[in-house]
């Protein structure tokens, strides 16, 4: 039986689903899907595949994923790894485990993708709640973000074939659908229209619900349907970074601290059991303290109460890995004081 091993996002969590799917009946074989969003992630990632060599002395090793597409050679270099796959070749991962495995390394030109992997899975092992993949990739350029490099380019999966994997989910008896992508709210041709062209198909839908969202991509037909739905979960996480303008604009983001203010005013206003969560990144090159204690205002100003924090992970090949860097022990300890205050707010 396939062992598939999952680190990182909900898109990959969707995405090893589709290889346990493929390959629930092969045996001997170790896919790990990796990810690549820190550089604490992907030395994680070399120490999962030295563990699951020596659990799997005989077995064939697969590495894909973000961190396989973005640093192959480092990979290829391990004796534990049999063949590793870019985020592109993984979808077709049933042609390169067949026969000898001559070539060790095999990553494409990711940002020449237009594709996925159309395949309808049937659920999620141990899960009351399934993914959805509605789209790949993305085509903003955050100064400190690698994924981009790692998924390619935005490309949307189609409607049609969106309600076809929830209405087989829903067959199964999932409780709750949350749509997953690398950037979802770049979901063409609207993101908002398809979550209205979601429940209103499936009425019965228990739980509708979302990754992070992109603050500046939430229009006002997000907020109506937010209001008109109640089997959309109130529950909205957005991935916000920093709380001074400063930072932001240096970040590459696309909104200000103002603008999460307004849009949890708004949303409250149509839901009143709302609940706001947040991404941080803190210590990015250049933060100070006023920069710093911006941030722990904008949790009480705009109510935020569930934090995802982390401190800042220079990525090679991005504009801010570049610039002059914090002490990591600075990073640290303002992750740590934003927990606390993510502490306090639940």
Known sequence: MVEVVTLGCRINSFESEILKEKFRNVDDL??????????????????????????????????????AQVNADSFAKMDEVD??????????????????????SIVGDIMSYDGYDDYIITGFEGRHKAFVQIQQGCDHRCTYCIVPFARGAN??????????????????????????????????PSFSGLIRQIL?????????????????????????????????LPMFHFSIQSGDDTVLKRMGRRHRRKDIIDLCRKIKKVRDDAVFGADFICGFPGESEENF???????????????????????????????????MEIRRERARILRLKGEEKK
């Open 293 to 327: 204690n911006n941030t722990l205002k904008l949790v009480d100003e705009a109510g935020l109460s569930k934090l995802h924090v982390f401190p800042y992970s220079e990525r090679p090949g991005t504009p801010a890995a570049r610039w002059g860097q914090i002490d």
């Open 155 to 188: 490309r949307s999966v189609p409607s049609d074939k969106i309600l076809t994997q929830i209405s087989t989910l829903l067959s199964q008896g999932f409780e709750a659908i949350c749509l997953t992508g690398v950037d979802v709210c770049s979901y063409k």
């Open 83 to 104: 063949l590793v796959l870019g985020n592109k070749e993984k979808t077709a991962l049933e042609q390169y485990i067949k026969g000898d495995l001559s070539e060790k």
């Open 30 to 67: 170790v896919i790990i899907n990796t990810c690549a969003v820190t550089k604490e992630a992907e030395r994680q990632c070399r120490q999962v595949v030295r563990k699951l060599r020596a659990q799997n002395p005989n077995s064939r090793i697969v590495v894909t994923g973000c961190a």
């Open 200 to 232: 209103e198909t499936f009425p019965e839908l228990p739980s509708l619900q979302f990754g992070s969202l992109d603050p500046a991509a939430i229009d006002d037909e997000f907020i109506e349907i937010a209001g008109k739905f109640k089997n959309m």
